[in-house]
């Protein structure tokens, strides 16, 4: 018998799990703490972070009261303690159904909702029923890198169409049409949009739909900023326009309520054609779900309550809290040498800056930029490569005020300190 180690050890077949490695390296989690790694944590400074899409650290973010009482409701109820189906509770599927349908020109009924463990899991789900062998999806560049990381695991390739910073980041349809081919099978898109802050038009959604009904494609499309919109662009969903193309929208409470922790999000499945229907793919969305992990029951039995008892109030209070800090945000990089906003954002909690690296001096890159910055004034934001945006910056202003004015502040200080002296 061979023994564990030495000459003559036994060969062990395992390959080294590329996939995973590769996926892993290019999500914003791990760019973050790359560059959390180059904080001086002996800096009399405290870290300013304006570099994650979770705000509930500021204490003006929080979830409603309402939504809370609905959680403790829903376990003191002892209904809720068991395993769910699959697909989700049915009264929680009919709350989102009436939920989603209020802006609908048509109803969706419960069996278009699945819930999912979040939005992440609704994203797995999509890469991986849509996924065979030779098949391409086209993705927003710049995009959430989580699609990506997706595709790689399940062998779908990925093809990026462009977001236009001059247009207020629209699709270039252009680019669309000249990427798809016969085994395209989906393109997605992100709207109220992460990473640039951007709110599509009601005219450029209807031209994203007509283009994806002349290629033959699905829509996905990534809601999750559902309604946070503070701009001049009232949000639009999606689905209004699944008469034209079948769209499969996904959702979650997370940023609208502000509880990225519970993990509940939603696959809803606009198809008033029944496109999606005959095709089957609910029968492949329920099939993958039921070998997956659901969301915790108790959430799932508060779903209903969180959203009939939620105040407009408090909706609007957030809106007023983000277009605040946005338009904080916006002016104070105007000042800032060495970094420009191509659009101002009208919606989500993010704004996209490029990095004019000729202005600073000894600056590689974004990436470079980010750890320095990190360094020298325990500033947290995120390179723009890890959405696919090499030499840009995406910066979040869901924060309070003192704490943004703070941060931008020690980034342009940053910039100050880097700039080239003018000949």
Not at 353 to 360: A, E, P, Q, W, Y
Not at 369 to 389: D, H, N, Q, T, Y
Not at 397 to 416: G, H, M, Y
């Amino acid at each position: 018998m061979e023994g564990n180690g030495g000459a003559g050890a036994t060969r062990w077949n395992i390959s080294r799990p590329s996939k995973v490695v590769d996926a892993g390296c290019i999500s914003i989690l791990a760019v973050l703490r790359r560059v959390y790694s180059s904080v001086d944590a002996s800096g009399p400074r405290p870290v300013l972070t304006l570099g994650t899409g979770d705000p509930t650290a500021c204490a003006s973010f929080r979830p409603p009261p309402e939504a809370e009482d609905a959680i403790v409701d829903a376990l003191r109820s002892r209904k809720h303690n068991g395993y769910s189906p699959t697909v989700g509770i049915l009264p929680a599927r009919c709350a989102i159904a009436e939920y989603l349908s209020q802006d609908l020109p048509y109803q969706l009924l419960p069996n278009d909702i699945y819930l999912t463990a979040g939005c992440w899991q609704a994203i797995d789900v999509m890469m991986s029923i849509l996924a065979k062998p030779g098949s391409n999806i086209l993705l927003p560049k710049p995009g959430f890198p989580l699609y990506e990381s997706w595709t790689m695991f399940r062998n779908l390739e990925t093809r990026h169409f462009n977001l236009i910073p001059d247009r207020g980041w629209e699709a270039d349809l252009e680019s669309v049409e000249a990427l798809a081919d016969e085994n395209t099978v989906a393109m997605v898109i992100i709207n109220p949009g992460n990473p640039c802050g951007s709110v599509y038009s009601h005219d450029h959604l209807a031209k994203i739909a007509e283009t994806a009904r002349k290629l033959g494609i699905i829509i996905i499309a990534d809601e999750v900023y559902y309604h946070l919109a503070f701009g001049n662009k009232p949000f639009i969903p999606m689905g209004v326009f699944a008469d034209i193309v079948p769209v499969i929208t996904l959702g979650s409470l997370s940023k609208r309520w502000l509880v990225p922790g519970w993990r509940l999000g939603w696959i809803a499945t606009c198809d008033p054609n029944g496109i999606l229907k005959e095709a089957k793919v609910n029968i492949s969305i329920e099939s993958y779900i039921n070998i997956t992990n659901d969301p915790a029951t108790f959430v799932q039995g508060a779903v209903p309550q969180i959203i009939a008892s939620t105040k407009q109030d408090y909706f609007n209070k957030i809106l007023d809290l983000l277009r605040n800090s946005a338009d904080l945000c916006y002016g104070k990089i105007k000042e800032i040498r060495g970094i420009t906003c191509p659009h101002k954002p009208e919606g989500s909690m993010f704004v996209m800056v490029k990095l004019d690296l000729s202005c600073l001096d000894g600056i590689l890159d974004d990436l470079d930029f980010c750890c320095r910055l990190a360094k020298e004034e325990s500033v947290i934001v995120l390179p723009g490569s890890a959405l696919g945006m090499k030499d840009w910056l995406r910066i979040t202003f869901a924060s309070d005020v003192p704490t943004l004015e703070n941060a931008l502040e020690r980034i342009k200080s940053f910039c100050q300190r880097h700039a080239k002296l003018e000949a």
